[in-house]
Nanobody, 119 residues
Framework: QVQLVESGGGLVQPGGSTRLSCTGSGLTLAEYAMNWFRQAPGKEREFVSTTSWSGDKTFYADSVRLRFTASRDNANNKAYLQMNNLKPDDTAVYYC????????????WGKGTLVTVSS
């Protein structure tokens, strides 16, 4: 059974940092481009970042560029999203997703982890 499980969410103060993890089971993450999306309360889900199979190319949404860093550890079947200088507008459920063909069509999704940025 294929699973992606996110962890690391929680309550963070504005200006703070946290790191999300995405652990894969039943699939080899090295065969997939890894993506992060988020969905804020009452809003549509939006793209956050995408990282190529090898991790040598990463693209970010304008809203998070220079604050968020996506990475991956293929040897341990994990992906990460380091989030710095968090703002209240970053409050959302964050999802990791795996894209085998790196074409923007996700093959697998995690169930998400909630990040709340508030004082």
């Amino acid at each position: 059974q294929v699973q992606l499980v996110e962890s690391g969410g929680g309550l963070v103060q504005p200006g703070g940092s946290t790191r999300l993890s995405c652990t894969g089971s039943g699939l080899t993450l090295a065969e997939y481009a890894m993506n992060w999306f988020r969905q804020a309360p009452g809003k549509e889900r939006e793209f956050v970042s995408t990282t190529s199979w090898s991790g040598d190319k990463t693209f970010y949404a304008d809203s998070v560029r220079l604050r968020f860093t996506a990475s991956r550890d293929n040897a341990n079947n994990k992906a990460y999203l380091q989030m710095n200088n968090l703002k209240p507008d970053d409050t959302a459920v964050y999802y990791c997703a795996a894209d085998r063909d790196d074409n923007g069509l996700m093959d697998y999704w995690g169930k998400g982890t909630l990040v709340t940025v508030s004082s």
